[in-house]
């Protein structure tokens, strides 16, 4: 990262953290959990332990840090190296990201940036100006991208409700401050379970290796009504509604789910788990020792915050999590896709000199496409 | 403790006290190895571990009431000196194999109590051995029992068949349904370590001469489980202790094997070279490893897909992580060695 780029993020971060105690807590039982932070420009700093609210902040005001996080885990000794920590139990977590949804809309507003000279472009083979194929993507998540996230999330709540019989006083539902969500379960009884048993809840939830005998069709004489009805709890529920649709269609649809075969219905339900699976991030799952963003924090990767969402269906995060000041900073910009941030439309930019609100000017820097201008 | 009757004493006689059991019948140890007239226990003692480790169950009837007085006793007693003999020899894959056909002759008795319908006491027992035993709370819904979600996940990940994930389990309300069998088949790894761990832990008695000969045969038999394979070159620590867990004749877990046979292949070692290593493994089978092997070396299976050795991240996070200086910040254990040079 440019100098100018990196003083201007890390005062304006300072600045949002300077102003927004009230928004980063320490969360509960803190005494038993891992902190770590970011610095722009540098490696990860972890196995830290903070106490309170004012060690948190002081830790802020003293280190400047691009990003922040806090374990899902509790230990007796969090500040220890890994294997001393004495890990007790850890809150079940997920990630939900737009990128994993493979939505239509991603090539309309991504960009590629060449490792090599950086020159931003649409989405091509090589570079325009140097030929090199070694390119990053940078995207621009749209409200579309966002929408698909929040159902994803509206899903994996109602398995956590239902399947799993989680009471919903215990899930908390966060903006990643990028282009996800992130799911908190605490206080549950899942959060005394090991790494290999939550991967075998992911794999429920991203209803992956699902078998045609659990859903009603054997090796040898297939039955009618073993196959599962729109009523039935669980996967068998979901499933019903995926093959049938509706309760008129399901005997003509098991008639012909019999005469194409077995390995048919395996190729089936595989291909379910793109439809109604959830598309939970599974490392982030599995994770027993993660320390994940913490709430009310910057994401340095785009400049928003990573918020508590208290009803999701109505949260806007291009609006609501963008909390930096408004203030014209003078940028150079490129990026050849128009986006929109607090209501306010920008670009594109065809690597041109532009003044334009701070808020705006990080979530630029952040991703890579504007560099603060030198004058 | 649970409280144990007679009946269920012979069904699981792992419950028991040994010591204290002898010591309330009135026998001592020294009359088994000296008494001619108790000679028939010794050597069914010997037939036991003999099966076990042919992986067959002994399977006594104790149904007929006519031989109630005298199987019942028989049947405990020589599964007490059965234990005796293994401590007196000390061979841990032969202890892992009778724990393990011991768990899977319970499991039967467990299996046919929950379904008792005339015998509440027996069922009652049944669903208190998974409670206080397995921390397992299990509970009767018409032909099915429910089992938490939690708990159900922490036994099922002992499986490598798909049947056992939980998305192909009926699950309602945080709940698991399964039938009988299946409730008592989930069980039976920690079991298994239930009845191996009590066996290691209790007390080895002196060798007297009525036994030595017995012991003599069991080292004997004991010894179609050594594994000759030379193991060359560095492995990392993660490996080495894979590989020793195996020659100890302990259950590595799923992720362990894999972990171990990947690397294996990795390093060029062939499938005739690699499937000997779990030969001491609880659940050995020979056709069963080699197919394993062969699926993850690619040669068969649908997608052809060769596998490879997972990185230090995922081993750690599966608890299969030993490391040491000599790691050296790999990143995947088929670096090991290669980096330090």
């Given at each position: 990262?440019?100098?100018?780029?990196l003083?201007?993020?890390?005062e304006?971060?300072?600045?949002?953290?300077?102003d927004?105690f009230?928004l980063?807590h320490?969360p509960d039982?803190?005494?038993?959990?891992?902190?770590g932070y970011?610095?722009?420009n540098?490696?990860m700093?972890?196995?830290m332990s903070?106490k309170t609210?004012k060690?948190l902040h002081?830790?802020?005001?003293?280190n400047?840090?691009s990003?922040v996080?806090?374990?899902n885990g509790?230990?007796?000794?969090?500040?220890?190296?890994m294997?001393e920590?004495?890990?007790?139990e850890?809150?079940?977590?997920?990630?939900?990201d737009?990128?994993?949804?493979?939505?239509?809309?991603r090539?309309?507003h991504t960009?590629?940036?060449?490792?090599?000279?950086a020159?931003?472009?649409l989405?091509?083979?090589?570079c325009?100006?140097?030929?090199?194929?070694k390119?990053?993507?940078?995207?621009?998540p749209?409200q579309n991208?966002?929408s698909?996230?929040?159902?994803?999330v509206?899903?994996?709540?109602?398995?956590?409700?239902?399947?799993?019989?989680i009471?919903?006083?215990?899930i908390?539902?966060?903006?990643s401050?990028n282009?996800?969500?992130?799911?908190y379960?605490?206080?549950?009884?899942?959060n005394q379970?090991g790494?290999?048993?939550?991967?075998?809840?992911?794999d429920y939830?991203k209803f992956q290796?699902?078998?045609?005998?659990?859903f009603?069709?054997?090796?040898?004489?297939?039955?009618?009504?073993?196959?599962?009805d729109?009523g039935d709890?669980?996967?068998?529920?979901?499933?019903?509604?995926?093959l049938f649709?509706s309760?008129s269609?399901?005997?003509?649809?098991i008639?012909?789910?019999?005469?194409d075969?077995q390995?048919?219905y395996?190729q089936?339900?595989?291909?379910?788990?793109?439809?109604?699976g959830?598309?939970?991030?599974?490392n982030v799952?599995s994770?027993?020792?993660r320390?994940f963003?913490l709430?009310?924090s910057?994401?340095s990767?785009?400049?928003l915050?990573?918020?508590?969402?208290?009803?999701?269906?109505?949260f806007?995060?291009y609006i609501?999590a963008?909390?930096i000041?408004?203030?014209?900073v003078?940028?150079?910009?490129n990026f050849?896709?128009k986006?929109?941030?607090?209501?306010?439309?920008?670009?594109?930019y065809m690597?041109e000199?532009?003044?334009?609100?701070k808020y705006?000017?990080?979530?630029m820097?952040?991703k890579?496409?504007?560099?603060?201008?030198d004058? | 403790?649970?409280s144990?009757g007679q009946d269920?004493?012979?069904?699981?006689?792992?419950?028991?006290?040994?010591?204290?059991y002898l010591k309330?019948k009135?026998?001592?140890l020294?009359q088994?190895?000296?008494?001619?007239?108790l000679?028939?226990?010794?050597?069914k003692?010997?037939?036991?571990?003999?099966?076990?480790?042919?992986?067959?169950t002994?399977?006594?009837?104790?149904?007929d009431p006519?031989?109630k007085?005298t199987t019942?006793?028989?049947?405990?007693?020589?599964f007490?000196?059965?234990i005796?003999?293994?401590?007196?020899?000390?061979?841990?894959?032969?202890i892992n194999?009778?724990?393990?056909?011991e768990?899977?002759?319970?499991e039967k008795?467990?299996?046919?109590?929950?379904v008792?319908n005339s015998?509440?006491?027996?069922?009652?027992f049944?669903i208190?051995?998974?409670?206080?035993?397995?921390s397992v709370?299990?509970k009767?819904?018409?032909?099915y029992?429910?089992?938490?979600?939690?708990d159900?996940l922490?036994h099922a990940?002992n499986?490598?068949?798909?049947?056992?994930?939980l998305?192909?389990r009926?699950?309602?309300?945080?709940?698991?349904f399964l039938?009988p069998?299946e409730s008592?088949?989930?069980i039976r790894?920690?079991?298994?370590?239930?009845?191996g761990s009590k066996?290691?832990s209790?007390?080895t008695?002196s060798m007297?001469d009525?036994?030595e000969?017995?012991?003599k045969?069991?080292?004997a038999?004991?010894?179609k489980?050594?594994?000759?394979?030379v193991v060359?070159g560095a492995?990392p620590?993660?490996?080495?202790?894979?590989?020793?867990v195996?020659?100890?004749?302990?259950n590595?877990s799923h992720s362990?094997?894999?972990m171990l046979a990947t690397?294996?292949?990795g390093?060029?070692?062939?499938?005739?070279?690699i499937?000997?290593?779990?030969k001491?493994a609880?659940?050995?089978n020979?056709?069963?490893?080699r197919y394993q092997?062969k699926?993850l070396?690619?040669?068969?299976g649908?997608?052809?897909?060769k596998y490879?050795c997972?990185s230090c991240?995922?081993?750690k996070s599966?608890?299969?992580?030993?490391i040491?200086?000599?790691?050296?910040?790999?990143i995947?254990?088929m670096?090991f060695?290669?980096?330090?040079?």
């Amino acid at each position: 990262m440019l100098e100018n780029d990196l003083k201007f993020l890390e005062e304006t971060f300072k600045q949002y953290y300077f102003d927004h105690f009230d928004l980063i807590h320490v969360p509960d039982r803190s005494k038993e959990r891992e902190y770590g932070y970011k610095k722009f420009n540098s490696g990860m700093i972890r196995h830290m332990s903070l106490k309170t609210d004012k060690d948190l902040h002081l830790m802020l005001m003293t280190n400047a840090p691009s990003d922040v996080f806090c374990s899902n885990g509790y230990y007796s000794f969090p500040n220890l190296p890994m294997a001393e920590k004495d890990w007790k139990e850890a809150d079940l977590i997920f990630d939900i990201d737009a990128k994993d949804l493979k939505l239509s809309c991603r090539k309309d507003h991504t960009c590629m940036k060449c490792v090599s000279c950086a020159e931003i472009s649409l989405v091509q083979d090589a570079c325009p100006k140097c030929k090199s194929n070694k390119l990053d993507l940078v995207s621009l998540p749209c409200q579309n991208c966002i929408s698909g996230v929040k159902k994803e999330v509206l899903n994996l709540v109602k398995i956590l409700t239902t399947d799993l019989q989680i009471d919903d006083k215990n899930i908390r539902i966060s903006f990643s401050g990028n282009e996800g969500f992130h799911v908190y379960v605490t206080n549950s009884s899942y959060n005394q379970l090991g790494s290999n048993e939550r991967r075998d809840l992911i794999d429920y939830i991203k209803f992956q290796s699902a078998m045609p005998e659990r859903f009603g069709f054997p090796k040898n004489n297939p039955s009618r009504i073993s196959f599962p009805d729109l009523g039935d709890s669980g996967w068998s529920g979901r499933v019903a509604k995926e093959l049938f649709g509706s309760k008129s269609k399901r005997s003509k649809t098991i008639t012909k789910i019999i005469s194409d075969g077995q390995v048919a219905y395996q190729q089936k339900l595989e291909e379910m788990k793109n439809s109604i699976g959830v598309k939970i991030d599974s490392n982030v799952t599995s994770d027993i020792h993660r320390i994940f963003r913490l709430e009310g924090s910057l994401n340095s990767k785009s400049s928003l915050v990573k918020l508590v969402c208290q009803d999701i269906e109505k949260f806007n995060p291009y609006i609501e999590a963008c909390l930096i000041g408004d203030e014209p900073v003078e940028i150079l910009a490129n990026f050849p896709i128009k986006f929109s941030l607090k209501n306010t439309k920008f670009g594109p930019y065809m690597n041109e000199k532009t003044s334009v609100p701070k808020y705006a000017a990080a979530y630029m820097v952040c991703k890579g496409i504007a560099s603060i201008s030198d004058t | 403790m649970i409280s144990l009757g007679q009946d269920e004493i012979a069904k699981y006689p792992f419950l028991a006290e040994a010591g204290q059991y002898l010591k309330d019948k009135g026998f001592t140890l020294e009359q088994f190895a000296t008494d001619p007239d108790l000679r028939i226990i010794v050597d069914k003692a010997y037939e036991r571990i003999e099966s076990a480790a042919e992986d067959k169950t002994y399977y006594p009837e104790l149904d007929d009431p006519s031989e109630k007085e005298t199987t019942l006793p028989l049947n405990v007693f020589s599964f007490l000196i059965a234990i005796v003999l293994l401590k007196l020899s000390g061979l841990n894959t032969l202890i892992n194999k009778f724990s393990l056909a011991e768990a899977r002759r319970a499991e039967k008795f467990l299996q046919r109590d929950l379904v008792s319908n005339s015998d509440k006491t027996s069922e009652e027992f049944a669903i208190k051995i998974f409670r206080d035993i397995f921390s397992v709370t299990i509970k009767k819904t018409g032909g099915y029992f429910v089992i938490p979600i939690p708990d159900y996940l922490r036994h099922a990940v002992n499986f490598h068949e798909r049947e056992w994930k939980l998305v192909n389990r009926h699950v309602e309300n945080g709940m698991v349904f399964l039938s009988p069998r299946e409730s008592v088949r989930l069980i039976r790894w920690k079991l298994s370590g239930y009845i191996g761990s009590k066996i290691k832990s209790a007390n080895t008695p002196s060798m007297s001469d009525g036994f030595e000969d017995k012991v003599k045969r069991l080292s004997a038999l004991a010894k179609k489980f050594v594994v000759n394979t030379v193991v060359t070159g560095a492995y990392p620590p993660c490996i080495e202790h894979a590989i020793e867990v195996l020659n100890k004749g302990e259950n590595l877990s799923h992720s362990g094997r894999f972990m171990l046979a990947t690397f294996l292949l990795g390093r060029g070692q062939t499938i005739d070279e690699i499937a000997p290593l779990f030969k001491n493994a609880p659940d050995w089978n020979e056709k069963v490893t080699r197919y394993q092997i062969k699926q993850l070396s690619g040669e068969t299976g649908g997608s052809k897909t060769k596998y490879v050795c997972p990185s230090c991240e995922k081993i750690k996070s599966n608890n299969l992580c030993y490391i040491t200086p000599d790691c050296d910040n790999i990143i995947n254990p088929m670096q090991f060695g290669r980096k330090r040079l």
